[in-house]
């Protein structure tokens, strides 16, 4: 089981990064916006930190951690945005 603990994280952190991206993606409709902004911004968190974890392995997981991170980080930046902008308007 202890062999099997980095492929179940890199597996972890791959489905939470597709999720992340589809959530923000869905955030085009207003009335669920902010909800699912907050859901798609701790879904990236997740995915970035079981990519960090992938990265340290170091080796082949390296692209996997790329995989996960780089979507993430997009996620974050531009969900933290409309979050922002959402809470200033006060929507």
């Known amino acids: 089981m202890q ?7 890199a597996l972890a952190g791959l489905a939470a990064a597709i999720y992340a991206v589809i959530l923000n ?6 009335a669920a916006a902010q909800s699912f902004v907050v859901q798609s911004l701790i ?3 997740i995915a970035i930190v079981c990519g960090i974890y ?5 080796g082949g997981w390296r692209f996997l951690a ?8 997009f996620v974050i930046a531009d969900g933290g945005m ?10």
């Open 3 to 9: 062999n099997r603990l980095p492929l179940l994280i």
């Open 25 to 30: 993606l869905v955030t085009a409709v207003p």
């Open 43 to 45: 879904f990236a968190v």
């Open 54 to 58: 992938t990265l340290r392995r170091g």
């Open 66 to 73: 790329i995989a996960m991170i780089g979507p993430a980080v």
């Open 82 to 91: 409309r979050l922002a902008l959402s809470l200033h308007q006060g929507v």
